[in-house]
């Protein structure tokens, strides 16, 4: 990971599965791209979207927003949505926001069974496109996707990886966004590292200086990663 950019974050394939909880393979195909045979055929599947260390790279590694981008898709793909909706909606969003990572833009938002993204209207008011049918839709009946994640004005800025709790972040610019504790940025895999060698949350709390909850919770979250996965 010799070319990452600060503020970006930094992800393998391998470690954006066990964020995701999504197959590499998959993460791999729809961030780059695959090739097959179909009727004997040589054929390509372009990428999904461009990833923002680009496609040209000796060992792929995915940003922040490719991370949230890759989770939506998965998201979506247990929703029952097939990837040729997916991408003619992702290049419909990428078209109207200006942006090609419109999964994690502040605008999107879904209700389950469809996609939309909320624009700014020429009347000043905000309205929402259907992307699939880009007709207008209720905005009423429409939520942001992921009430775990946090937005500035533009795209998702960091993301809250226990449930319905705010200790434990991704966040791009901190530790390349690589699991940390909110309030001291302490990675999440030491400390449940120290607690296995200590043998005591107490221990390990009291030697790094920082709550015994925040230990527990990172405790927490690495003992969910290391759950097999059923994606």
Wanted: net charge neutral; aromatic share 8%.
């Amino acid at each position: 990971m010799s070319n990452t950019s600060f503020g970006i974050g930094a992800y393998s394939p391998s470690e954006a599965a066990r964020l995701t909880g999504l197959p590499s393979s998959a993460i791999r195909r729809w961030l780059f791209g695959y090739s097959y045979n179909h009727q004997g055929l040589p054929t390509t599947q372009a990428p999904l979207w461009r990833p923002e260390y680009g496609l040209d790279q000796d060992d792929p590694v995915l940003g922040f927003r490719d991370l949230i981008e890759a989770r939506m898709v998965g998201n979506l793909r247990n929703l029952g949505i097939g990837l040729p909706t997916i991408r003619r909606c992702m290049n419909t969003a990428a078209e109207i926001a200006n942006d090609d990572h419109p999964f994690s833009s502040a605008n999107f938002r879904t209700d389950g069974t469809r996609l939309f993204l909320e624009r700014l209207g020429e009347d000043g008011k905000h309205d929402v496109i259907d992307l699939k049918t880009r007709q207008h839709a209720f905005a009423k009946i429409v939520e942001r996707s992921f009430l775990d994640l946090e937005f500035d004005d533009c795209k998702a800025t960091r993301w809250f990886l226990l449930p319905k709790k705010q200790t434990i972040v991704a966040d791009p610019k901190r530790s390349f966004g690589q699991p940390i504790t909110t309030d001291s940025g302490i990675p999440t895999a030491r400390l449940a590292q120290a607690v296995t060698a200590e043998g005591s949350v107490e221990k390990v709390a009291k030697l790094f200086e920082i709550a015994v909850g925040a230990v527990r919770d990172a405790l927490r979250f690495e003992t969910l990663l290391a759950k097999p996965q059923t994606a």
